[in-house]
């Protein structure tokens, strides 16, 4: 069975070498939408928490959110590089309270503090889930992601693999030491 979760991204990108309209700096609001599939808890009588699925998503995801995304080699990443440098925005920017922790995968690089996303590809519907699903795969038994932005949809199914041990009490996963963040409760007790 999926428990399944949407969360709402506003971002700004640019299709860098394309000809047409994409080739411009424009922004999109994207949908982007999570299962997870699993077995019912028993004690919860559910999957997973669709709010724990939002939270889990979002601690990595609001990265994206009112960010400018660009391509690694889109000849503006320098240029807003330098001027965020210049503005004191790159490194310190305190006033900035949305920013995710900062991360770095073979698909994308997270500056945070100037809300920035860079991408190895052009970032595409498709692309996005990629990136998504490389984030969060090892948090969420991901079964489907569907990403849609403006009038483009995409969605990939992908097969379930982690154990995840889940609180009898709330259904939420359970840490490193087998005690569950929300409640307390720990696993063999």
């Not at 990265?63 to 889109?74: G, K, S, T, V, Y």
């Not at 240029?79 to 770095?104: D, T």
């Amino acid at each position: 069975m999926r428990s399944i979760a949407t969360l709402d991204l506003q971002y700004a990108h640019r299709f860098y070498g394309f000809k047409g309209e994409a080739q411009y700096l424009h922004g999109h609001t994207g949908v982007l939408t999570i299962e997870v599939e699993d077995t019912v808890e028993p004690g919860v009588n559910m999957v997973f928490p669709c709010n724990e699925i939002q939270k889990t998503a979002w601690s990595v995801l609001k990265n994206f959110d009112h960010a400018l995304i660009l391509r690694q080699d889109d000849p503006l990443l320098p240029a807003v590089l330098k001027v965020y440098e210049e503005q004191g925005i790159r490194n310190s920017a305190p006033q900035n309270q949305m920013k995710g922790p900062a991360f770095e995968t073979e698909l994308a690089k997270a500056y945070p503090e100037c809300r920035l996303v860079v991408t190895k590809e052009t970032l595409t519907v498709e692309g996005m889930i990629k990136i998504v699903y490389d984030l969060l795969k090892d948090k969420l038994n991901i079964a489907k992601i569907t990403f849609t932005s403006g009038v483009n949809a995409a969605s990939a199914e992908f097969k379930t693999h982690n154990q995840i041990d889940r609180c009898p009490l709330c259904g939420i996963a359970l840490n490193e030491n087998g005690i569950c963040p929300k409640c307390g409760y720990k696993k063999g007790d």
